[in-house]
């Protein structure tokens, strides 16, 4: 999937289980807001909260964010993906005690981190080497570490150097996706600063109640918005372990769920992703020259998912490949139709009608 079909796909997840997404966030969001705002105002029933308190508040905050609420969302996008969708209690369980795990990697990768700062200190080009190395490491391994920890049930270490190793096979098209769901979350925060800033000046409330509004605000837009960077990661897990490894999609759908349910027959997966599936067996067979095998895998996608601008393009390069210029063409131009800014089917238009034309 590209980057732009990806994020449809995501986008379209997220709204299909929007009470699953936003009520994982919420399990684990909602009693930290209601911990850091009696943090902030420095009052409880017991009197001001101590150093003590404060710092076990950060340290429970890491693990749920990031151990527990990030591989529940993993697990839950990955669910809804291969076509099974449970509930927001049977999320968690099936989650089990990977989320340990989670947490360990951000940890041991917090670690490495903190070894490659130390490269900053060298002078002249010490910055700069400690800035690339530690984008090559990061993207990959923050990016991909919860979907193979959750979805390949391996150890933290294992799963660091897996995530890295998977992650830079396709870096720039990762770290693209990555700068992109930054940018967004970026306009929406800057949004959200805006909105709490004038509605500050307008309300002018006093100190204890300023804070308990910002913490609502803030609390609810964090619960909208964290699917948004989180679905598109998992799903980039996906299409790199099915077009870099040639993974069996139905053999993951029986990993990821072993545990919970017993194996999801194939009828039961999602048209999108068995779509996928014969798309890329068609980009397979067309690698070998063998177009009408091809031909026969991306009409099974076309089936399944009707207007994928992608495959009926992939379409008419293998009906131009077995001389069928005439169906070639209404193949390009289905493309097009459905996607005009699809600017590969649109040149293959082009290429095709001018040849035709010129055979006439």
């Not at 999602?270 to 690698?287: I, R, T």
Request: net charge negative; with cysteine; glycine share 6%.
């Amino acid at each position: 999937m590209g980057v732009a079909e990806l994020l449809d796909t995501a986008f379209r997840l997220y709204r299909q289980n929007f009470f699953l997404f936003v009520g994982i966030v919420a399990v684990v969001y909602v009693p930290l807001t209601l911990i850091q705002t009696v943090n902030q105002l420095s009052f409880s029933p017991f009197g001001p909260i101590s150093p003590l308190v404060q710092l076990l508040t950060i340290f429970v905050s890491f693990f749920a964010i990031q151990g527990l609420m990030n591989g529940a969302m993993a697990r839950a996008v990955s669910d809804c993906y291969l076509g099974r969708q449970l509930g927001l209690v049977d999320t968690f369980r099936a989650l089990g005690w990977r989320w340990l795990r989670l947490a360990g990697g951000i940890i041991l990768i917090t670690l490495l981190n903190i070894g490659i700062g130390i490269l900053s200190f060298i002078p002249c080009l010490g910055t700069i080497a400690a800035l690339i190395l530690w984008t090559y490491i990061n993207v990959p391994v923050l990016a991909l570490l919860a979907p193979v920890i959750v979805i390949e049930n391996q150890g933290a270490v294992a799963s660091v150097r897996r995530a890295f190793n998977l992650g830079r096979r396709r870096f720039w098209r990762l770290f693209g996706l990555c700068l992109l769901l930054a940018a967004m979350l970026l306009i929406i925060f800057v949004a959200l600063f805006i909105l709490l800033f004038f509605g500050y000046e307008l309300l002018q409330p006093d100190f204890d109640l300023a804070i308990i509004l910002y913490q609502l605000v803030w609390s609810t837009v964090i619960m909208l918005i964290i699917p948004v960077g989180l679905v598109p990661l998992t799903l980039f897990y996906f299409d790199l372990r099915i077009r870099l490894e040639g993974f069996d999609l139905e053999l993951m759908v029986e990993h990821v769920h072993a545990e919970v349910v017993p194996a999801i027959a194939p009828g039961q997966i999602s048209p999108d992703l068995l779509a996928q599936q014969h798309l890329d067996q068609a980009y397979a067979f067309e690698g070998k020259d063998e177009f009408e095998n091809a031909l026969r895998q991306c009409e099974s996608a076309i089936q399944l998912v009707a207007g994928w601008a992608e495959a009926h393009n992939l379409r008419g390069v293998l009906l131009e490949s077995l001389g069928q210029p005439e169906q070639a063409l209404k193949a390009y131009r289905r493309a097009v139709h459905l996607a005009p800014a699809f600017s590969e089917a649109s040149e293959n238009l082009r290429e095709a009608e001018a040849e035709f034309k010129g055979k006439d």
